[in-house]
């Protein structure tokens, strides 16, 4: 059942992929090119050489995106497969669909909106390589406080469901998964590299393009494989129930 679901959710995930790949090159790829040629204005005329492009822009956006988005959307649904089987069931009464729906909507907001607030994205040009590492160590840091947050305050409500009800379990859960993000990105540095001079408003669309196109792959994997559970798990026991046996 499980090696099933896998599959299925890896199909979705390639459905996810492309999906988003169409919505990068509507939305995102032409941000990225007005990036490039801010960049480009901006280094001309104090006399440096532009850097010799190792792998084309046409390739980039083309081919290279589309196999990074495919082979992302696939691992993804793998790993949200996985997740759903573990939590079908464990959920109070929530059928397969409400259950990946309630997953993806935890997915994004724990593993991409939480992240982004602190440390959104930044168009190509902005920030100086030898900065590099510290400003990926300070994302993927946000990230694992958010992902271990959302795991704690999970158990939290399921410890309290009983006592207080699925309802008020959830939104004391909820609270307790705000305050903690809230802490850390209070704690954690700020990182603001974007030049003086930067087109806000460049800068606004590609960190919204960025949003979007995680938004399209979490929204297709969950309704998508909610969908596809659902009829394969038509009359049979949640998973859960079952190894609980």
């Known amino acids: 059942m499980v090696g099933s679901l896998l599959l299925r959710g890896m199909l979705v995930g390639v459905v996810a992929g492309l999906l988003a790949f169409g919505f990068a090159r509507l939305f995102g790829e032409p941000q990225v090119d007005r990036a490039i040629a801010f960049e480009k204005r901006m280094t001309q005329p104090a006399g440096e050489a532009p850097e010799p492009e190792t792998v084309s822009r046409a390739t980039q956006a083309g081919p290279g995106l589309l196999t990074g988005m495919v082979v992302f959307g696939a691992a993804l649904g793998g790993l949200f497969s996985l997740a759903f089987a573990y939590a079908h069931g464990r959920l109070g009464r929530l059928g397969p669909r409400a259950t990946a729906a309630l997953l993806a909507l935890t997915g994004f907001i724990a593993l991409v909106l939480v992240p982004t607030l602190k440390y959104p994205a930044i168009p190509p040009g902005v920030g100086g390589p030898e900065t590099i590492g510290a400003r990926t160590g300070l994302y993927f840091v946000m990230l694992f406080v958010s992902l271990l947050a959302a795991a704690a305050s999970a158990a939290l409500a399921r410890r309290l469901w009983a006592r207080y009800g699925a309802w008020n379990a959830s939104l004391m ?62 009359g049979r026991r949640p998973l859960s129930a079952r190894h609980a046996l």
């Open 173 to 234: 859960g909820a609270a307790a998964f705000a305050g903690v993000v809230m802490a850390a990105q209070y704690a954690l540095p700020a990182v603001d590299e974007v030049p003086a001079q930067y087109s806000a408003d460049l800068l606004w669309r590609f960190r919204v393009a960025s949003l979007g196109i995680h938004a399209v792959l979490w929204a297709t994997i969950g309704l998508g494989f909610g969908a596809l559970a659902e009829r394969r798990l038509a």
